[in-house]
């Protein structure tokens, strides 16, 4: 066979050589160990969860080593491409806060190793192809999904490996005039790679998270091209990261069983391969058993879940560098106020089975990273997501900017904050009580204080009240207010006997909280009371009283 007439008679269009793409991408320039990686997801408007757990490798890998991190849209299959994807794709990672260096924008490239869609490489990828085809290393195969699906059916009679490699290759060695009568005749075709590999023997690889394996050889003849002249996955991905300079390729560990694939292409083409980090998949608990993350039962796996419901960005990078690295947690504790960029990340602590994805940590988690934000912090993100999501809402915080925020302060800061707000949607319930509009109170008093007490108790201390008071006088007017009623006032003595009382100090605040916040679980309660005002305080007071 003539390679090179073969070359010249499948691809007449392709003038370039390798040499001159070469010469369009140079090398980086960076410094000793600096990292680059990338992002490649398919425009199908769907996100999720594991694209972002990857991408927080992919970025920390790069930033914190002086490297790049880019974007490349990995567009071939069109069939499955969503009208705007490419924006929402760009909006998630500005949204989640994971910058990319370079890359694909919204109308066009920023990098000087584009194009970053892969449909605009075609005639790049075609070059290597013609290369490939002249070095003996590539073919056309003409057969139809017809012929396809009876090569199949034998395979499985006579219980062979599926696929098209060796004898079942039936277009591998077609003679060149054949391969003309068809291409005359107008009969598409693929372009195939011509794999000389053996499953019986093993190749060696090192994966960074699952450290040396042994795989067996590919023998399978691939499609590089398929018949618009569009890459597949295999093909593209080995030609783009050799050119853009990718070191590190970070992907799910469900892409192992492609890697021989991938081994194979880049030493055909006498390529350096990058070094590639497999995480582990992203599991659950259902019934007590692992399973993997699904888009089809489990909503949390879609990004927009957690734009949603209202979790703050940082909660749920956070939540999952614990699961990336297991000395996240050791660290943050010695680290408490420490920002994300400045914990090391290494593909040493990454873990090797997959990685039990919890939503009531990631609850625990956000509570946290919520309790150690300002009140000015929390405003700010409270107020954009209650904009897109509840602008009712959003009015009321903004009516009095000064107001909502100092609502926001109380419990905030010292050795132990209050950790009363999960997610930004669940801020509304919470914050309900400061705001007449949401007012609504379960005016539910503990059971054995009597509705002769409460109403005494909510009605005496109107009187008393005294908005001047800092807290230490507050408590002292409630404890005369529950001796008043024969409450006991000192804690250690009324543990000791409780049936001496019918109740205590801790009741009396409790039927004063109920009435001013009409819920038993508040913020510090006098505080509550003077953003309140003393009118509306005591109105609460009234109003509560008239009730019993």
């Given at each position: 066979?003539?390679?090179?007439?073969?070359?010249?008679?499948?691809?007449?269009?392709?003038?370039?050589?390798?040499?001159?793409?070469?010469?369009?991408?140079?090398?980086?320039?960076?410094?000793?160990?600096?990292?680059?990686?990338?992002?490649?997801?398919?425009?199908?408007?769907?996100?999720?969860?594991?694209?972002?757990?990857?991408?927080?490798?992919?970025?920390?890998?790069?930033?914190?080593?002086?490297?790049?991190?880019?974007?490349?849209?990995?567009?071939?299959?069109?069939?499955?491409?969503?009208?705007?994807?490419?924006?929402?794709?760009?909006?998630?990672?500005?949204?989640?806060?994971?910058?990319?260096?370079?890359?694909?924008?919204?109308?066009?490239?920023?990098?000087?190793?584009?194009?970053?869609?892969?449909?605009?490489?075609?005639?790049?990828?075609?070059?290597?192809?013609?290369?490939?085809?002249?070095?003996?290393?590539?073919?056309?195969?003409?057969?139809?999904?017809?012929?396809?699906?009876?090569?199949?059916?034998?395979?499985?009679?006579?219980?062979?490996?599926?696929?098209?490699?060796?004898?079942?290759?039936?277009?591998?060695?077609?003679?060149?005039?054949?391969?003309?009568?068809?291409?005359?005749?107008?009969?598409?075709?693929?372009?195939?790679?011509?794999?000389?590999?053996?499953?019986?023997?093993?190749?060696?690889?090192?994966?960074?998270?699952?450290?040396?394996?042994?795989?067996?050889?590919?023998?399978?003849?691939?499609?590089?091209?398929?018949?618009?002249?569009?890459?597949?996955?295999?093909?593209?991905?080995?030609?783009?990261?050799?050119?853009?300079?990718?070191?590190?390729?970070?992907?799910?560990?469900?892409w192992l069983a492609t890697?021989?694939?991938?081994?194979?292409?880049?030493?055909?083409?006498?390529?350096?391969?990058?070094k590639y980090v497999h995480?582990?998949?992203?599991?659950?608990?259902?019934?007590?058993?692992?399973?993997?993350?699904?888009?089809?039962?489990?909503?949390?796996?879609?990004?927009?879940?957690?734009?949603?419901?209202?979790?703050?960005?940082?909660?749920?990078?956070?939540?999952?560098?614990?699961?990336?690295?297991?000395?996240?947690?050791?660290?943050?504790?010695?680290?408490?106020?420490?920002?994300?960029?400045?914990?090391?990340?290494?593909?040493?602590?990454?873990?090797?089975?997959?990685?039990?994805?919890?939503?009531?940590?990631?609850?625990?988690?956000?509570?946290?990273?919520?309790?150690?934000?300002?009140?000015?912090?929390?405003?700010?993100?409270?107020?954009?997501?209650?904009?897109?999501?509840?602008?009712?809402?959003?009015?009321?915080?903004?009516?009095?900017?000064?107001?909502?925020?100092?609502?926001?302060?109380?419990?905030?800061?010292?050795?132990?904050?209050?950790?009363?707000?999960?997610?930004?949607?669940?801020?509304?319930?919470?914050?309900?009580?400061?705001?007449?509009?949401?007012?609504?109170?379960?005016?539910?008093?503990?059971?054995?204080?009597?509705?002769?007490?409460?109403?005494?108790?909510?009605?005496?201390?109107?009187?008393?009240?005294?908005?001047?008071d800092d807290g230490g006088?507050?408590?002292?007017?409630?404890?005369?207010?529950?001796?008043?009623?024969?409450?006991?006032?000192?804690?250690?003595?009324?543990?000791?006997?409780?049936?001496?009382?019918?109740?205590?100090?801790?009741?009396?605040?409790?039927?004063?909280?109920?009435?001013?916040?009409?819920?038993?679980?508040?913020?510090?309660?006098?505080?509550?009371?003077?953003?309140?005002?003393?009118?509306?305080?005591?109105?609460?007071?009234?109003?509560?009283?008239?009730?019993?």
């Amino acid at each position: 066979m003539d390679y090179s007439a073969l070359a010249d008679l499948l691809f007449p269009g392709i003038d370039t050589t390798p040499a001159d793409i070469e010469a369009r991408y140079p090398a980086r320039v960076l410094p000793e160990g600096a990292k680059v990686t990338r992002m490649a997801p398919s425009p199908t408007g769907f996100m999720h969860l594991g694209n972002l757990f990857g991408a927080i490798a992919d970025e920390r890998l790069a930033h914190q080593s002086g490297g790049v991190f880019y974007l490349r849209i990995e567009d071939t299959d069109q069939k499955r491409e969503v009208p705007g994807a490419v924006e929402t794709i760009l909006q998630v990672f500005s949204d989640y806060e994971l910058p990319f260096d370079e890359g694909a924008t919204v109308d066009g490239d920023n990098g000087l190793y584009g194009p970053y869609r892969q449909r605009q490489r075609a005639q790049i990828y075609q070059t290597y192809a013609k290369w490939l085809v002249r070095q003996g290393k590539a073919y056309p195969c003409f057969c139809t999904e017809d012929e396809l699906a009876a090569i199949r059916e034998k395979q499985a009679e006579r219980k062979e490996n599926f696929g098209y490699y060796g004898k079942w290759a039936v277009y591998r060695d077609m003679p060149f005039d054949e391969v003309r009568g068809k291409l005359e005749a107008g009969e598409p075709f693929v372009l195939r790679f011509r794999s000389e590999g053996d499953p019986a023997r093993r190749v060696k690889f090192t994966d960074l998270v699952k450290g040396t394996m042994e795989l067996p050889e590919n023998d399978q003849d691939v499609v590089l091209l398929k018949s618009d002249g569009i890459p597949t996955y295999h093909f593209a991905h080995v030609v783009d990261d050799h050119l853009m300079g990718t070191t590190h390729v970070v992907r799910g560990e469900e892409w192992l069983a492609t890697l021989p694939i991938h081994i194979q292409l880049f030493a055909a083409m006498g390529w350096r391969m990058p070094k590639y980090v497999h995480t582990a998949q992203l599991m659950k608990l259902d019934n007590g058993n692992k399973r993997k993350l699904s888009k089809r039962k489990d909503p949390e796996l879609a990004l927009d879940f957690y734009q949603r419901q209202g979790y703050c960005v940082a909660a749920v990078k956070e939540y999952l560098l614990t699961l990336l690295n297991s000395n996240f947690e050791d660290w943050r504790l010695a680290n408490p106020e420490a920002p994300l960029d400045q914990f090391a990340f290494n593909t040493k602590k990454m873990g090797v089975s997959g990685a039990l994805f919890d939503m009531e940590k990631l609850d625990d988690v956000s509570k946290n990273v919520i309790s150690r934000m300002t009140a000015d912090e929390v405003y700010t993100h409270l107020t954009d997501w209650a904009r897109r999501y509840d602008p009712d809402f959003c009015a009321l915080l903004e009516r009095d900017p000064a107001y909502s925020k100092a609502i926001l302060s109380i419990g905030r800061g010292g050795k132990k904050p209050r950790k009363d707000i999960t997610v930004w949607s669940g801020a509304k319930e919470y914050l309900s009580f400061f705001f007449d509009e949401l007012f609504k109170p379960d005016l539910t008093y503990p059971e054995h204080v009597t509705a002769a007490d409460a109403k005494k108790l909510l009605t005496d201390y109107q009187t008393m009240y005294d908005p001047a008071d800092d807290g230490g006088t507050w408590f002292e007017r409630v404890k005369t207010l529950a001796e008043s009623v024969g409450y006991a006032t000192n804690m250690k003595e009324y543990k000791k006997d409780p049936a001496a009382w019918p109740g205590n100090v801790a009741d009396a605040s409790m039927v004063l909280r109920v009435a001013v916040t009409g819920r038993q679980n508040s913020p510090d309660l006098c505080e509550v009371m003077k953003l309140l005002g003393p009118a509306r305080s005591i109105e609460r007071l009234r109003l509560a009283a008239e009730k019993l």
